[in-house]
């Protein structure tokens, strides 16, 4: 099993789940790029202030971003800890792909295997 550097099953399941809607990803960049509001995002998209705030919780509860008050407001930035740790666990990911297919190459490549490699995926079937 990898180990994904102190991510729990569930906080990288949460990570995953938020990421997986394009609004998310969205108000993820945006919040990355510089704190903004729930008004202020809310007014970039087409849908209501308590679904862009839903939104927020969702990505607030994967810690992928972090609100904080500032007076009657709450402002929302991003949490690159957070977004370092998920590109961390596909980069780990990548490695295990890659070695895989290493491994592939390195079999396909063996003496006596030659022919095999040159024949056309069709043949032998």
């Known amino acids: 099993m990898v180990s994904f550097r102190s991510l729990s099953d569930a906080e990288v399941d949460r990570v995953f789940h938020a990421l997986s809607d394009r609004t998310r990803r969205d108000i993820v960049t945006r ?3 510089g704190e903004q509001n729930v008004s202020e ?3 970039r998209y087409e849908m209501s202030f308590a679904a862009v705030r839903k939104h927020v919780a969702v990505l607030e509860g ?5 609100k904080h008050p500032r007076g009657r407001e709450r402002i929302i930035h991003g949490n690159p800890e957070r977004i370092a740790r998920a590109r961390d666990l596909l980069a780990q990911l990548e490695g295990l792909w890659k070695a895989r297919f ?13 022919e095999r490699t ?7 079937i």
């Open 102 to 114: 290493n491994q592939l190459d390195a079999v396909l490549a063996e003496p006596g295997n030659t």
């Open 31 to 33: 919040v990355m790029r």
């Open 118 to 124: 040159n024949a056309h995926p069709i043949d032998g």
């Open 62 to 66: 994967a810690g992928l971003v972090v």
């Open 41 to 43: 995002l809310a007014a």
